[in-house]
């Protein structure tokens, strides 16, 4: 069993940058896949990046590419979401998801075993 907790969420002014966490538990947590995704209000929660086990591939939604990078912490149990040039249709809960299969090429959310609660993110114009 793994349990997620994001944590870096918060207010910043467009064109701005905050760095999410997804802290993890778990001894087998360095060998999966990991996603990020997103839900704004009204909206269907979508991918932004992933990551694979070990951090050797990463993948991201056209949307974020060259702005937002995926990479995972040396000790292997926390992965980040670094997001610049924010702007505020980026508003959301960001999410981070993990997948003991290893599927870091996956944008689906079913592939995703394990979930965190959510970090909102707030944009301002």
């Known amino acids: 069993q793994v349990q997620l907790v994001e944590s870096g969420g918060g207010l910043v002014q467009a064109g701005g940058s905050l760095r999410l966490s997804c802290a993890a538990s778990g001894r087998t947590f360095s060998s999966y896949a990991v996603g990020w995704f997103r839900q704004a209000p009204g909206k269907e929660r979508e991918f932004v990046a992933a990551i694979s086990g070990y951090g050797g591939n990463t993948y991201y939604a056209d949307s974020v590419k060259g702005r937002f990078t995926i990479s995972r912490g040396n000790a292997k149990n926390t992965v980040y979401l670094q997001m610049n040039s924010l702007n505020p249709e980026e508003s959301a809960v960001y999410y981070c998801?993990?997948?003991?299969?290893?599927?870091?090429?996956?944008?689906?959310?079913?592939?995703?075993?394990?979930w965190g609660q959510g970090t909102q993110v707030t944009i301002s114009s």
């Open positions: 998801a993990a997948d003991p299969r290893g599927r870091w090429y996956s944008t689906t959310l079913g592939t995703y075993d394990y």
